[in-house]
Nanobody, 116 residues
Framework: QVQLAESGGGLVQAGGSLRLSCVAS????????MGWYRQAPGNQRELVAT???????NYADSLKGRFTISRDNAKNTVYLQMNSLKPEDTAVYYC??????????WGRGTQVTVSS
């Protein structure tokens, strides 16, 4: 099994930055791609960014240029650097791990609140 633990969320003013971290533990060798998703109240969960074990990234079009995903395979950790934050970025951010032939794994989420 794989477990994911997110950290780094919090309250920040508009224009500020935060860096989220997600540490994977357990059978991490089964993980092929990791990513971040977010869910605001009343909205569906949406893609933020993903990164493969080889470093290929994918971003939601609306977030390109402000958010950067990175990965440290040696630490089994994926990061999300969020700059120029806006109130509409307020959401619970979830870490996701896609595994070879196994169901996806989700973290519990970390709250990000951006005040205007």
């Amino acid at each position: 099994q794989v477990q994911l633990a997110e950290s780094g969320g919090g309250l920040v003013q508009a224009g500020g930055s935060l860096r989220l971290s997600c540490v994977a533990s357990g059978r991490t060798g089964t993980v092929s791609r990791m990513g971040w998703y977010r869910q605001a109240p009343g909205n569906q969960r949406e893609l933020v960014a993903t990164i493969t074990s080889g470093g290929t990234t994918n971003y939601a079009d609306s977030l390109k240029g402000r958010f950067t995903i990175s990965r440290d395979n040696a630490k089994n950790t994926v990061y999300l650097q969020m700059n120029s934050l806006k109130p509409e970025d307020t959401a619970v951010y979830y870490c996701n791990a896609v595994r070879f032939t196994l169901p996806d794994v989700w973290g519990r989420g970390t709250q990000v609140t951006v005040s205007s």
